[in-house]
């Protein structure tokens, strides 16, 4: 595989001479399944994870590529083939098939899948657009909506459209989950542009699926944040308020940006109001707005769907949310490595902890809040965030685990070394939230369609985030840590290849257009590879082939441009 590497980078050389390109991050590049490329893209408790995991390093067969095809459509799958006919609605969980339970989250990750599969070719544009348009009607005209003032259940009967309850008093609308469907709604609306008469019809149907939500009733009258809930029978009596950060900052959003009934600027500062936008800290690393440890990494999955972290900051999260949701990734991992106990048998390829299937029932799992099991949607849906520390464990899972892990719709939802249990079984939340992150590491299609929607730039710029300042250097990267005496000290950025392309991909930004001049310089000072190349005021991605330079070794990545420097430790895989 290697030998192969070196031969497209040899070739890559020849043409180009410096193996070397930019692009902006408001681009949007060719996602055709022939030529995607990726978008800019205090003391510690006791007990450690001493043993890596058996059998890690398996036979994969298959290149990364092709490895990472086959994981975003075996997902796709579960919204193709795992759904009512009636509705076109993803069943809630593959062990339910008889209780009529679509899940209204999960099916707005599907449609975002849908879109995906259209654009790498799996479907054609047709078929997506018959099915979403099917789904959108069913939902228009079948569901309870006009009874929850626009909004839609967390769960509803993909038969017959009624609600079906969560739990007590949740019989009612839910607004994260409708939040959730209407991201992926309008995904799809942004997509289905072309002036033909299905897809006019289509996008007229989300549109009214959309600004009938009545976001600002979920105000409860008040002007001091979202409501989660609300049910005819009970109203607000669940009393639960949406407050970040969680899983569910799309819901403001698009509460700000609703073109008919938005919520006011006041109301929405209720999402910074407690103790869980405040910084955290665990296994050396800071984490600006996070509960305790950072928490369950969903919660940095869900609204990222949609929206793009590397084009957000504010004045809570000054780095950005590209940043933030890079340190939750690895704070998530350096748990498992450090810090878990060992007879969880957590390693390099077998990481990742959040809410999922467990043995006799469902988690919220998170660090120190955990039971030994292991979700491959942890780790593959952060693949935007850790590509080399995700790839690892999606080669793991599929090249020793193969057997008990992957099944039609991919990587089964969870599975644990301690107890030797493996999870049968798929949820769509987790199942088509990794596809639709996956695509997000590949080619940012859902980010920039997301982005590119006027009602969502309203409604961040309302939210009061806006883009991160033009700088020199290296914003976006986040280099992990390793234990050293006293605590813990840097060691470098472990960057794999993209799988599209084969070369090595580092963002990168500029205060201004002009030249920039890259070397890698090893442990010793030599240098051992220099580019030149322009780039443009904003954010650019260095891309480069493994000439000259070798694997596994460390390199002090220097950059020069404008009369400032900056320098990134890398480590090439």
């Not at 839609?152 to 309850?165: A, E, M, N, V």
């Not at 390829?349 to 949607?377: D, K, M």
């Not at 992957?406 to 939340?429: E, Q, R, V």
Request: with cysteine.
């Amino acid at each position: 595989m290697k030998a192969a590497y070196r031969i497209l980078c040899a070739l890559l050389f020849c043409c180009t001479l410096f193996c070397v390109c930019a692009s902006a991050v408001d681009e949007v590049p060719d996602a055709s399944p022939a030529a995607a490329a990726a978008e800019p893209s205090a003391a510690e408790p006791a007990g450690r994870a001493a043993e890596p995991a058996p059998q890690e390093g398996g036979a994969v067969g298959l290149s990364d590529r092709e490895l990472v095809d086959k994981l975003e459509r075996d997902c796709f799958r579960y919204m193709w083939e795992y759904t009512f006919e009636e509705s076109g609605l993803a069943y809630e969980d593959s062990r339910n098939r008889e209780s009529g339970q679509a899940t209204t989250g999960g099916t707005g990750f599907g449609i975002c899948a849908i879109v995906g599969a259209a654009e790498r070719g799996w479907i054609s544009r047709r078929e997506a657009a018959d099915r979403v348009l099917k789904i959108a009607a069913f939902l228009r005209d079948k569901s309870d909506r006009r009874n929850l003032h626009g909004a839609f259940p967390h769960w509803l009967d993909g038969r017959t459209g009624k609600t079906i309850s969560f739990g007590e008093k949740d019989n009612g609308a839910d607004l994260v989950e409708t939040a959730f469907l209407m991201q992926g709604l309008l995904i799809a609306r942004a997509y289905f542009s072309e002036d033909s008469e299905q897809e006019r019809a289509l996008r007229a149907c989300i549109t009214v699926l959309w600004e009938d939500v009545d976001w600002h009733w979920f105000t409860n009258a008040g002007n001091n944040g979202l409501y989660w809930h609300w049910s005819p029978d009970h109203g607000f009596d669940m009393g639960v308020k949406i407050s970040g950060f969680n899983e569910a900052m799309v819901a403001y959003v698009l509460a700000l940006g609703s073109p008919t009934r938005p919520i006011s600027r006041e109301a929405a500062q209720f999402w910074y109001s407690t103790d869980e936008y405040k910084p955290k800290t665990g296994n050396g690393y800071t984490i600006e707005a996070a509960n305790a440890y950072a928490g369950s990494m969903f919660l940095s999955h869900y609204s990222f769907i949609g929206l793009d972290p590397r084009r957000m900051a504010d004045a809570r999260v000054p780095r950005g949310y590209m940043v933030r949701n890079i340190t939750h990734a690895l704070m998530n991992r350096a748990y498992c490595l450090e810090s878990a106990p060992a007879e969880n048998r957590f390693g390099e390829g077998y990481w990742g902890l959040t809410s999922c299937n467990i043995p006799g029932g469902y988690r919220y799992q998170s660090a120190y809040n955990e039971v030994g099991v292991v979700a491959p949607t942890a780790a593959l849906a952060s693949m935007p965030y850790t590509p080399e520390y995700a790839m690892r464990v999606l080669r793991n899972i599929y090249g020793s685990y193969r057997e008990q892990m992957w099944g039609p719709y991919g990587p089964y939802d969870a599975f644990s070394l301690k107890d030797g249990w493996f999870d049968n079984s798929y949820l769509a939340i987790d199942q088509l939230a990794m596809g639709c992150m996956v695509e997000n590491y590949r080619s940012g299609l859902y980010w920039k369609l997301f982005m590119s929607i006027p009602e969502i730039r309203e409604g961040l710029e309302r939210m009061g985030v806006g883009r991160l300042p033009d700088s020199t250097g290296f914003p976006l990267a986040v280099v992990p840590l390793k234990k050293a005496e006293g605590g813990y000290a840097p060691d470098a950025l472990d960057v794999c290849r993209m799988p599209d392309t084969g070369l090595y991909e580092i963002p990168f930004s500029m205060e201004e257009d002009g030249l920039v001049f890259f070397s890698f310089a090893d442990e010793s000072g030599r240098v051992s590879k220099r580019l030149t190349m322009e780039g443009r005021k904003g954010g650019n991605i260095l891309q480069f082939c493994s000439e000259g330079l070798e694997d596994g070794k460390m390199y002090r990545l220097a950059m020069r441009t404008g009369g400032k420097n900056a320098v990134l430790p890398i480590r090439l895989n």
